[in-house]
């Protein structure tokens, strides 16, 4: 079905504050998956960071409207990214598994900014998820944070209206539901092995320190 703008203002309606928070914040490494598989391509370009053959590679599920993901880009997520993408012990992989409408508009919107500041869009994303993510009035929040990043209302409902991307981004939610347990977020893996939760910078350390 396309999320044009009457079935985005209907469905992000019934949108709840909890939505996204259906875990809590300790982290269970609860099964490994099969890294190549894991690794294959899927129907959209891979989010990545970090150099191609690191030690680690960890994969992020998460959904724009997931409290628990926001605390981990916030809290977590800037130690991540500077002590081990950055120093090339980690392979970064952000993957979209939007868990309501609302989410998935904002994923197809960070996808319809060029692919150089799709990161850059969701940190800010994240970082001002309050401001866009629980209004009354959804549609015109995300619309005013697209317009503040360089879109205007014709290129935001043309981006929402996309099947293709619309289609590609349930793709890959329903394979990491079906292929790879998924069934909240955060949910990462690191060289296969899944941890749950927004773990934090403690966690994340003992965690790598297992691969490295």
Not at 151 to 175: H, M, P, S, V, W
Request: aromatic content about 10%; overall charge negative; some cysteine.
């Amino acid at each position: 079905m396309t999320l044009n703008r009457r079935q985005f203002l209907d469905r992000s309606a019934r949108v709840m504050l909890a939505t996204g928070l259906t875990l809590g914040a300790v982290p269970a490494l609860a099964q490994s998956v099969d890294v190549e598989k894991l690794m294959e391509a899927g129907p959209l370009p891979e989010m990545t960071l970090g150099d191609e053959n690191a030690p680690v590679t960890m994969v992020e599920y998460a959904s724009m409207t997931c409290g628990h993901c926001a605390n981990f880009h916030k809290n977590t997520y800037p130690h991540l990214k500077s002590e081990y993408i950055e120093q090339g012990k980690v392979r970064f992989l952000f993957r979209e598994f939007p868990l309501d409408p609302v989410a998935t508009a904002a994923f197809m919107i960070a996808r319809c900014a060029s692919e150089d500041k799709y990161f850059d869009v969701v940190d800010t994303m994240f970082a001002e998820q309050r401001k866009w993510a629980f209004t009354n009035d959804p549609y015109n929040s995300l619309l005013n944070f697209a317009k503040q990043i360089g879109f205007t209302q014709e290129n935001f409902d043309g981006c929402l209206q996309n099947q293709e991307l619309l289609d590609a981004i349930n793709k890959i939610k329903n394979r990491a539901s079906s292929e790879f347990g998924v069934s909240s977020t955060p949910t990462f893996f690191v060289n296969g092995e899944k941890v749950n939760g927004a773990i934090t910078v403690e966690q994340l350390d003992e965690e790598l320190a297992k691969h490295l």
